[in-house]
């Protein structure tokens, strides 16, 4: 089953389908290392105005986090780029990029990343980043990193650069998105800034004045500078501690060291909330370096290495399936390495660490493609991609069935494009794909489930998803095709999965690391085994190995090369088979890592036992055919499987054929290729018209006609060539086929008629017009086989065209058909084409009973109106078809399940590979095979192993070599840093497991065996039949190693090659092939997968070398031949050898070969890197076996010896021997005439001309030698019996030949002749023309003379053109209309369109036979009625009513209407309102006049005398003054006025009775009085409460005035405060509460008048002199004006000057007090807004609590809003869950109004997304 993601995470609470990007965006929060929780909880520690979320819980934190992301990415989709609202103006914010990929297309210049290229980054867009908030200052950052650390590597960057980036860097991390920090410290870090920063601090304390000048950025606020320092360390210390203790530690000391020299001198002052930031990071710093020593102490004690940490989460939470971010993003997944020495913590560790590994080892390459992808798009290059393949323009073109899910087709290729299709490792069946329709924004995972040639070939895939990953068809898509096969993967990590840990097989060994061997679980103590029997067939090695497996729990056998591994094996299952009753409570499990070594162990076993069976459909060996599962499970299968199995295999064939009846309609609708039948239109309702319109009665032929007519336009040209050839047929004199009127048996002897007759084109010409359509299917019209019958029709064509055959009927009926069928088939496609790229169905009237006069156009866009409903009614039923399809599979593997258990537990032994075991691991848990023997099982990766074991095992064999080939891993950086290429075999062997070497080897001959010992192997005996084997024929050493230094390349997929090593070896393959060895005995082995595809190149050019074996190194792992020739490859400058200094893989290479071994190489090259290579070149050099060239000698001429030093050498052996001729006597007497060569001459073909004599003549024969001798047939020239003499062959009598020279003859019809002189002139046929006249049509007859045949005429069929009228043309006799039939045939009715009037005056196109009276008129009536009036139906109804509208008297109520003519009104047509009668109450009556009259609803008020308890005199309607009873609803009539006073102060408007008697209040109509916080009136009604105000907002500052409403909170000012004189200044932005007080110095300017100012340094200069304006400025206000030293401000924005300690006074009288009221400081005098610089601060204060109390009208912050929303939506949810919707429901909607946002509120947040 192919996924995406989990079935359990793609489905809401309840059950809704989750979209893609919110899987992906979940999935990728799974794997949040430690580092983003240690964010979390230092964003926790930050003061508020770093963390606006307040102290939140871990939980609530992510959920934020997740909340903010998907508000973002909303706010990125739904403004689009260029928006200058609240989207992200045009960029996406890159800090996504983890989760979901920017769009390639997004930019003009096609980068990956959505970014445009690097540039300038420079100091002002620095500074700019210091006005956004954290969030966008994140955004712009991250998304211009690479301009930045172009901006820093520039050749000189200024301090005050460095001091900005700080600033900024202080700025951003404050961000919530601690995934998107993490990002940016780490591009931090990698951009090496810390080392400048370093720099910079250090020399600081030598700066001198010109330095300062230059770095004011700093010395402005040197200590905000140290702390913004802290705070980014800081951050690095809770996010990234590992990278924190390489960066911190260093810059910490820089800062303790610059600090008090600053002090000293700079004299600078700094304040002891710095020297507390760096005490606190001090501590930080030392715990991380304690914690991570007792870390590696701890990791010492349980396994762990020094870099490893806990894991982050539980390894059965992570999905099989990578998620978007592992693959997208060069971010390595948390690991642990393999551990090879000491134990496991437990059996979690160890699962964990095998689950993690090998999962990192797939994902690892298809991350590793897919950047590489990224970056060669970025940089525009064009290379290979080594790990995947990426196929552009993917398009779905609909759903197939498929064995057990629904299948998606797609046209993944071009057809041919990919060679090889059968043979090659693309698209294995279980591939993994991944397809992304956006350029890897979204990507969906799914598996190849089909893998069928036929759509392979034409370039087409099937894939299948999870349930509920749907595909949209006709959308393009890109695919990612990873090389690693996924399907073992896949298997191995989901059995990992499934693994008890409380019941671990073999836990004390495989976790424990136990090393001492004890008795299998089911032998007895005491226990021992006799090996009397097994001494003569086992060596003193083997019997050791032996007698330890046999009686060990736990036990490992090594075989070197050859030492008989398969065979001691074999015979530890013979003897363990004998001895079954002591462990046989289930089958022995055998495994394998290849299907080759498991067929070869398992047919070892078949001479010791038949109860055998082998699990999986990859077996090669005829032997075990009759031994597979499959086999098996329909042999003698019990009742109650039998039946249960065949139900439910039949429910799953019945469903597969409905899924693949609807499949196929699918799939033929999305192609648009053919017309699809009416009658399923019809079968599925698709319009309710249809079932009684003349489509469902209509025969397929007249539907396909009505569908297929056409006007001529376009097609003029064509049907003008219809009709030439239609004319050229009928003038033409010759009939061709007089057998199908006669039968005529003369004819035979006309060589012209017989190769006519043999070139009859197969078409029936009765049906000319008709062209072959097959109805009976599921198309009217069929595209592709249309395309069929014109090549058909092509063929023949061709065909009677090449034997001058263009003129006759069946050449010219052929055109006639092709030029018919092109017009149609072009036509069909081009209006399929239409109907594909139209949108949406079209509106079209439809005549269901007569569409024979619909448009041409019309009836085709009907009849797409009627195939996408098909579509959307065929869709859905496939879809409900699927999920019941799944099921019932689901249910059918499951009794097969049982039933392969029910099989297996009664068998011997069961034999299957890692990848099968893996994928039966739940059946072999449930079967518990207490003794696996594993074969190759150094080969094997450790979980394959693992996996296959069940918790009854009680006995496990080992048996390989783990100085051989290791386990295949797919990424070597895995395998390198974390062990995973160390198998279960050789972990056991390096903790001290003992293990069992066997020491005699029977495969190679001596030379080559030392090759590996003691180099490799210190102990390996040679077997004295190795000793024997022959020398290799042609060439005088068995062993020799070729040294060259011709140079590698490296191939298109980054592996290596050598051309002339591969161009060698084949030469040698041929040459030794040449000298009598088969093909099959001699392999060449490639050290690397580029060299063997060269290799089998060149290989194809020789045939004598198609059996020959060429494998890859790493495939040829325990297989041995004769000969191997091996190529190393590697040859290069920098003298690298790669994996061929391992031990493994030269142990491997060099122990393949029997007879003889042949090596390339570069062997000084190979020496110095690898010991072992040393010792073989002096094993080489000792044999004489290393040098420049091989020596060959020829076989034939001993002497004759040749040095093949490079390949044009082997011209001087071309046939395998020497240049001299054979010269060998043959059998025929002739000489051998080949060079020298040492195959037979048994086959030899000899090409001398041939001697011997043929006849009697003496005749020689004139073939070559080898031909054999055949009849002499040399021409001589003989008489005749007849009397004519000819030529005739030597062998021929004269009796024997047919005369065939021309006689002239007359012939029983009397006409003269010419015969061939062996003719009869009775059968011979008369060439002259019949001279009849036919009757009745009077024609004369095309046929040659035939007296003897029908010599009257009466079964002759004339062919001509047909000279009568059509049936039923009812045209004059000048104008009647031809038949176009052939004479023969009966005439059609003439259905040719003419203009026809009916009875009415209107005219129809209509058949010339029709009655045009038998067509419903449908058009507009022209008679008139009897009203004078014209008739408005249509024709073809009755006329009348009138329905013309004219002004009528209802009689009734005599009111004037406008009505029909044709009826007659009544009172209820009356539209009046007024009714003119009077009530009995004698009031009129109130209700419309068409409304029947009632006192009932007389609503006049009328007096009433009542006690009323208000006592007033109430009014109440008519209808209700004979109550008695006072109800509140008579008292709600009272009219008199209510008069109270409200609560407002305001007089209640109100009147007795809607006041309910002064009980209540109607709400007051007054507008309120009251005065706003900001000092403008309130204009809300009275009822309501205060809202904002709407007026221009007055607050202004010396560089702008705020531009909002002035209830909208204002944005502060961000330019430098004005507040600056001699005597100070102040530091901070305008906004922000100056951090110097104001000046109190005497302003020293002059007024006008000369006097001194009476105002401050600094303020407005007041307007008021103290000694001329004297009386103003003394005039008591706040009492303090007369003093001497009396200071002054002026209120410029209301000119009134009062004296300044009164207005410190006024403005800060309740600043002590603990209730302060929220207000604007205001003029004592006149209550405006005070504007005064002075009192800037007061301002400020007093603006900062306005807009508090705004902020708390528009709501909090985003982020808590969306909480809060979201926490109430859920109450409300589950309320309605546990108390019902129909309980509290007016309360419930009052909460979800509630939290419904205001459109206001939004507008005033650009991140919030609204709910």
């Given at each position: 089953?192919s996924?995406?993601f ?11 389908r989750?979209?893609?990007?919110i899987l992906?965006n979940?999935?990728?929060m799974e ?8 964010f979390?909880r ?9 963390n ?6 871990n ?7 997740n909340v ?7 706010n ?5 780029q ?5 989207g992200?103006?045009?960029r996406r ?10 769009n390639?297309?997004?930019r ?19 500074e700019?980043?210091?006005t956004?908030n954290?969030?966008?200052a994140l955004?712009?950052?991250l998304?211009?990193?690479e ?13 005050d650069?460095?001091?900005?980036v ?5 700025n951003?991390i404050?961000?919530v998105?601690?995934e998107?920090v993490?990002?940016?410290l780490?591009a ?7 080392e400048?920063?370093?720099s ?5 304390p ?12 700093f010395?402005?606020d ?19 501690p590992?990278t924190?203790?390489d ?11 610059t ?9 600078l002052v ?23 020593d ?6 010492e ?6 870099e ?12 099989v399936?990578p ?18 020495k000491?134990?496991y913590?437990d ?8 689950y993690?590994?090998?999962?990192e ?10 950047c ?25 073109l ?6 057990n899910?629904?299948?998606y ?12 299709l ?5 698209f294995m069946?279980?591939s ?6 956006d350029?890897f924004?979204?990507i969906?995972f799914?598996?190849i ?15 299948g ?14 695919m ?12 191995v ?8 840990e409380q ?6 060994y ?14 007895p103590a ?14 003193p090695?083997q019997?050791a190995?032996?007698e ?8 490992i056998v090594?075989g ?6 398969t ?13 079954k ?9 055998v ?8 067929d ?5 076993l ?6 055998l069976v ?18 098996l ?17 039949f429910?799953?064939?019945?469903c597969?054929?409905?899924l693949?009846?609807y499949g196929?309609?699918?799939q033929?609708i999305?192609?648009?290729t053919?017309v699809?039948?009416?009658s ?13 319109s003349?489509?469902?009665r209509?025969?397929p ?22 009709e030439?050839?239609?004319q ?18 003369d004819?035979?002897?006309?060589p ?16 000319d017009?008709q ?8 198309d009217?019209?069929?595209?592709r ?10 063929k023949?064509?061709?065909r009677?065209s ?28 081009q ?6 790229q139209q949108?949406?169905?079209a ?12 448009p041409?156009?019309d ?19 496939y ?7 799944r099921?019932?599979y ?8 049982m ?14 590979t ?12 449930a079967?518990?095979c ?24 009680e ?7 783990h100085k051989?080939?290791k386990p295949?891993?797919a990424?070597?950086?895995i ?11 050789e ?16 495969r190679?001959?001596?030379?080559i ?11 390996l005996?040679?077997?004295d ?16 190693f ?34 009598n060895y088969?093909?099959?005995?001699i392999?060449?082995?490639a ?5 063997w595809f ?7 050019r020789?045939?004598i ?11 040829f ?20 050898n790669?994996f ?6 030269i142990?491997?290479?060099?122990s ?11 062997m000084?090259?190979?020496c110095n ?6 010792e ?13 060239y ?7 001429h001993?002497?004759n ?9 082997f ?7 020497c240049l001299?001729?054979?010269?060998k006597?043959l059998?025929?007497g ?17 090409h001398?001309p ?8 003496g ?8 031909v054999?001798?055949d009849?002499?047939?040399?021409p001589?020239?003989?008489a005749?019996?007849?009397?004519h ?12 030949v ?12 009397g ?17 002259h023309?019949?001279e ?5 049509c009077g024609?004369?007859?095309s046929?040659?003379c ?11 069929m ?18 009647k209309h031809?038949?176009q ?6 005439c ?6 003419v ?15 029709a ?10 009536c022209k ?10 139906n ?5 006329c009348?009513?009138?329905k ?6 209802i ?17 209820s ?5 007024a009714c003119?009668a ?5 009031h ?13 609803v007389?609503k ?5 005398m009542?006690n ?10 008519c209808?209700?003054?004979?109550e ?25 408007p109100?009147t007795?009775?809607q ?13 309120c ?24 907002c ?8 705020c531009?909002k ?22 530091s ?16 020293p300017?002059?007024l006008?008048?000369?006097?001194e100012c ?15 304006d004297?009386?103003?400025v003394?005039?008591?206000?706040f009492g ?24 410190d ?5 309740d ?6 009221e929220?207000?604007?400081p ?8 005070v ?7 007061y ?24 909480e809060l929303n ?8 589950d309320?309605?869950?546990?108390y ?13 109004d509630?939290i419904?946002?205001?459109t206001r509120r ?10």
């Amino acid at each position: 089953m192919s996924r995406r993601f989990p079935a359990d995470r793609g489905r809401g609470p309840n059950n809704q389908r989750i979209p893609r990007r919110i899987l992906n965006n979940a999935s990728s929060m799974e794997n949040v290392n430690n580092d983003n929780d240690n964010f979390r909880r230092w964003s926790r520690r930050l003061p508020n105005s770093h963390n606006p979320r307040g102290n939140l819980s871990n939980a609530s934190s992510m959920e934020s986090v997740n909340v903010r992301d998907n508000e973002l990415r909303h706010n990125w989709r739904g403004q689009g780029q260029g928006s200058n609202s609240n989207g992200f103006r045009g960029r996406r914010p890159d800090h996504f990029r983890s989760n979901r990929l920017p769009n390639t297309d997004s930019r003009p210049d096609g980068r990956p990343d959505g970014r445009p290229r690097v540039g300038f980054f420079g100091f002002k867009k620095l500074e700019e980043l210091l006005t956004k908030n954290p969030e966008e200052a994140l955004m712009t950052f991250l998304s211009n990193i690479e301009k930045v650390d172009n901006y820093l590597k520039s050749v000189e960057i200024s301090p005050d650069s460095i001091v900005l980036v700080v600033e900024v860097l202080a700025n951003v991390i404050k961000s919530v998105f601690a995934e998107s920090v993490a990002q940016l410290l780490l591009a931090i870090f990698r951009i090496n800034f810390f080392e400048p920063m370093k720099s910079y601090i250090m020399q600081l304390p030598l700066a001198d004045s010109a330095k300062k000048n230059k770095g004011r950025r700093f010395w402005n606020d040197p200590e905000q500078f140290f702390l913004n320092v802290a705070l980014i360390l800081d951050a690095f210390v809770e996010v990234l501690p590992t990278t924190a203790l390489d960066i911190a530690p260093e810059i910490v000391k820089a800062v303790l060291y610059t600090q008090p020299n600053l002090e000293t001198d700079h004299r600078l002052v700094f304040s002891n909330e710095m020297g507390i930031a760096y005490e606190d990071l001090q501590l930080k710093l030392l715990q991380l370096v304690e914690k991570k020593d007792k870390k590696k102490k701890q990791k010492e004690n349980l396994g762990y290495t020094e870099e490893e940490e806990p894991p982050p989460n539980d390894f059965h939470d992570i999905d099989v399936y990578p998620t978007a971010l592992e693959i997208t993003t060069r971010t390595s997944n948390y690991l642990r390495k393999n551990v090879i020495k000491g134990a496991y913590q437990d059996v979690h560790h160890y699962l964990d660490v095998q689950y993690r590994l090998l999962r990192e080892d797939f994902v690892a390459p298809l991350r590793d493609g897919i950047c590489e992808y990224f970056e060669m798009i970025k940089d525009g290059r064009k290379q290979k991609l080594s790990s995947i393949k990426i196929y552009k323009d993917v398009l779905c073109l609909g759903v197939v069935p498929n064995v057990n899910q629904v299948g998606y087709l797609v046209q993944a290729f071009k057809p041919k494009s990919i060679r090889n299709l059968e043979h090659t490792k693309r698209f294995m069946f279980g591939s993994l794909v991944c397809l992304t329709p956006d350029n890897f924004t979204t990507i969906i995972f799914g598996k190849i489930i089909d893998r069928d040639m036929k759509y392979l070939n034409i370039g087409r895939l099937v894939l299948g998803f999870d349930v509920g990953v749907e595909l949209d068809i006709n959308r393009m898509y890109d695919m990612v095709e990873c090389s690693i096969y996924f399907e073992p993967y896949y298997q191995v990590l989901t059995a990992l999965k499934q693994m008890d840990e409380q019941r671990f097989p073999l836990k004390e060994y495989l976790v424990e690391v136990r090393t001492e061997s004890e008795l299998p679980g089911y032998l007895p103590a005491g226990s021992h085994v006799d090996l009397g029997h097994e001494t003569d067939s086992l060596n003193p090695s083997q019997l050791a190995a032996y007698e330890a497996a046999m009686m060990s729990k736990f036990c490992i056998v090594q075989g070197p090369p050859g030492t008989g591994k398969t065979y001691l094996a074999l015979k530890m299952a013979r003897d363990l088979l004998e001895r079954k009753k002591n462990w046989m409570k289930a089958p022995m499990l055998v495994i394998c890592y290849t299907n080759h070594a498991l067929d070869q162990f398992l047919e070892g076993l078949l001479p010791y036992t038949q109860n055998l069976v082998r699990v999986g459909g990859q077996c090669k060996n005829e032997n075990l055919k009759n031994f597979n599962l499959r086999n098996l499970r329909v042999k003698n299968v019990p009742g109650d499987y039998f039946n249960a199995q065949r139900a439910s295999k039949f429910e799953v064939a019945n469903c597969s054929r409905g899924l693949s009846m609807y499949g196929s309609i699918l799939q033929a609708i999305n192609e648009y290729t053919s017309v699809l039948r009416f009658s399923s239109f019809n079968r599925f309702d698709v319009d309710p018209e249809f079932g009684g319109s003349w489509f469902a009665r209509a025969k397929p032929t007249e539907l396909l006609e009505w569908l297929l007519y056409q006007p001529n336009n376009g097609n003029e040209v064509k049907f003008a060539d219809y009709e030439a050839v239609t004319q050229m047929i009928e003038k033409l004199n010759i009939e061709d086929n007089q057998n199908a009127n006669v039968e005529d048996d003369d004819t035979t002897d006309d060589p012209l008629n017989g190769q006519i007759k043999q070139n009859q084109l197969d078409i029936d010409r009765d049906e000319d017009l008709q062209i072959r359509y097959d109805v009976e299917q599921k198309d009217l019209f069929n595209v592709r086989k249309a395309e069929e019958n014109m090549h058909e029709l092509a063929k023949e064509m061709n065909r009677l065209s090449a034997v001058g055959l263009e003129n006759t009927i069946d050449y010219l009926t052929a055109m006639r058909k092709m030029i018919k069928l092109r017009i149609d088939y072009d036509y069909v496609c081009q209006k399929l084409r239409m109907l594909r790229q139209q949108e949406g169905e079209a509106t079209i009237y439809v005549d269901y009973e007569n569409p024979t006069y619909m448009p041409a156009n019309d009836r085709w866009l009907l009849y797409g109106n009627w195939v996408r409903r098909y579509k959307n009614l065929i869709m859905d039923l496939y879809l409900q078809k699927d999920v019941e399809y799944r099921q019932l599979y689901a249910k059918f593997t499951e009794v097969k399940d049982m039933l392969d258990l029910y099989k297996l537990k009664n068998v011997d032994v069961i034999g299957m590979t890692t990848t099968g075991a893996a994928r039966l691991h739940k059946t072999l848990q449930a079967l518990g095979c207490p003794i696996v023997i594993v074969e190759e099982a150094a080969e094997v990766l450790e979980a394959h192993i693992t996996t296959a074991l069940s918790p009854q095992c009680e006995h496990l064999i080992l048996i390989g070599d783990h100085k051989q080939l290791k386990p295949s891993t797919a990424d070597y950086t895995i395998t390198r840093d974390y062990n995973l290429g160390v198998s279960l075999f050789e972990r056991m062997v390096m903790n001290g497991l003992h293990c069992h070497t066997l020491d005699v080897q029977h495969r190679m001959r001596p030379e080559i065996a030392n090759l590996v010992c003691p180099s490799i192997y210190k102990v390996l005996h040679n077997h004295d039949s190795v000793k024997l084997y022959p020398d290799v024929r042609g060439i005088d050493a068995p062993l020799y190693f070729v040294t060259h230094d011709h140079r590698e390349t490296e191939s298109q997929d980054r592996s290596k090659e050598n051309q002339f090593e591969a161009e060698y070896l084949i030469l040698l393959a041929r040459y030794l092939t040449l000298n009598n060895y088969d093909a099959s005995r001699i392999t060449i082995i490639a050290a690397y997968s580029g060299q063997w595809f060269v290799l089998r190149a060149l290989k194809k050019r020789y045939h004598i070398l198609r059996d020959m074996r060429i494998c890859i190194l790493d495939n040829f792992q325990g297989e041995e031949n004769d000969i191997i020739l091996l190529s190393l490859v590697r040859n290069n400058e920098a003298g690298k050898n790669g994996f061929l200094n391992l031990e493994n893989r030269i142990c491997v290479a060099l122990s393949r070969a029997k007879h003889g071994m042949y090596i390339l190489g570069n062997m000084p090259q190979l020496c110095n890197g690898s010991p072992i290579w040393r010792e073989v070149s002096t094993v080489l050099e000792k044999y004489d076996a290393l040098g420049p060239y091989l020596t060959v000698r020829c076989v034939n001429h001993p002497d004759n010896v040749t040095h093949l030093r490079d390949t044009a050498d082997f011209d001087k052996v071309p046939e395998g021997g020497c240049l001299k001729i054979c010269a060998k006597g043959l059998a025929c007497g002739h000489k051998c005439a080949k060079l020298c060569h040492s195959t037979s001459h048994d086959t030899y073909k000899c090409h001398q001309p041939c001697t011997k004599v043929l006849c009697e003549f003496g005749h020689i024969c004139p073939d070559k030698c080898f031909v054999e001798c055949d009849k002499c047939k040399v021409p001589k020239f003989s008489a005749l019996p007849c009397g004519h003499s000819r030529d005739i062959p030597c062998y021929q009598l004269p009796e024997e030949v047919l005369c065939d020279v021309k006689v002239p003859t007359t012939l029983p019809c009397g006409h003269q002749a010419e015969k061939p002189c062996h003719a009869d002139p009775i059968s011979f046929r008369c060439p002259h023309p019949c001279e009849a006249r036919v009757e009745p049509c009077g024609h004369s007859c095309s046929m040659l003379c035939h007296v003897r045949k029908d010599p009257n005429h009466e079964k002759y069929m004339c062919r001509k053109q047909c000279v009568n009228s059509n049936n039923g043309c009812t045209m004059p006799d000048e104008f009647k209309h031809p038949c176009q039939k052939r004479c023969f045939e009966t005439c059609d009715v003439c259905c040719v369109e003419v203009k026809k009037r009916r009875s009415c005056d209107h005219y129809y196109d209509v058949p010339c036979h029709a009655d045009v009276e038998d067509v419903q008129c449908k058009r507009p009536c022209k008679r008139k009625l009897l009203c004078e009036h014209n008739c408005t139906n249509i024709c073809k109804d009755p006329c009348g009513p009138c329905k013309v509208k004219v002004p009528k008297i209802i009689s009734e109520c005599g009111h004037t209407i406008q009505w029909e003519c044709g009826k007659q009104p009544d009172k209820s047509n009356c539209k009046n309102k007024a009714c003119p009668a009077i009530l009995d109450c004698g009031h009129p009556c109130p209700l419309p006049c068409k409304q029947k009259c009632s006192t009932a609803v007389c609503k006049i008020l009328v007096p009433v005398m009542l006690n009323a308890p208000c006592g007033h005199v109430p009014k109440v309607p008519c209808y209700m003054r004979s109550e008695t009873v006072i109800t509140n609803e008579l008292l709600s009539f009272c009219t008199a006025k209510c008069s109270a006073v409200l609560e407002c102060a305001h007089t209640c408007p109100g009147t007795c009775g809607q006041c309910a008697q002064g009980r209540f209040h109607v709400a007051c109509a007054e507008k309120c009085d009251k005065t706003l916080i900001c000092g403008h009136g309130c204009v809300t009604p009275c009822v309501e409460n205060c809202k904002p105000c709407t007026l221009p907002c007055q607050y202004k500052c010396e560089h702008s005035g705020c531009t909002k409403q002035c209830g909208v909170p204002c944005t502060p000012c961000s330019e430098q405060c004005n507040r600056n004189c001699p005597h100070q200044r102040c530091s901070r932005t305008c906004g922000e509460i100056c951090d110097v007080q104001p000046c109190k110095e005497p302003c020293p300017k002059l007024l006008d008048c000369l006097h001194e100012c009476i105002g401050f340094c600094g303020d407005v200069c007041p307007p008021l002199c103290r000694i001329c304006d004297k009386n103003e400025v003394t005039e008591v206000f706040f009492g303090t004006e007369d003093e001497e030293d009396a200071r002054f401000v002026y209120l410029a924005h209301c000119n009134h000057t009062l004296e300044s300690s009164g207005l410190d006074r006024c403005f800060g009288a309740d600043e002590d007090n603990d209730v302060q009221e929220v207000k604007i400081p205001r003029c004592p005098k006149c209550t405006a807004n005070v504007q005064v610089p002075r009192y800037r601060d007061y301002i400020k204060a007093a603006h900062k609590n306005v807009e508090q109390i705004k902020q708390r009208y528009f709501g909090g912050h985003p982020r808590e809003l969306t909480e809060l929303n979201r926490a109430l939506k859920k109450d409300i949810q589950d309320a309605k869950k546990v108390y019902g919707e129909h309980v509290c429901t007016k309360v419930l909607e009052f909460f979800e109004d509630k939290i419904k946002l205001p459109t206001r509120r939004i507008n005033a947040r650009t991140t919030l997304n609204p709910i």
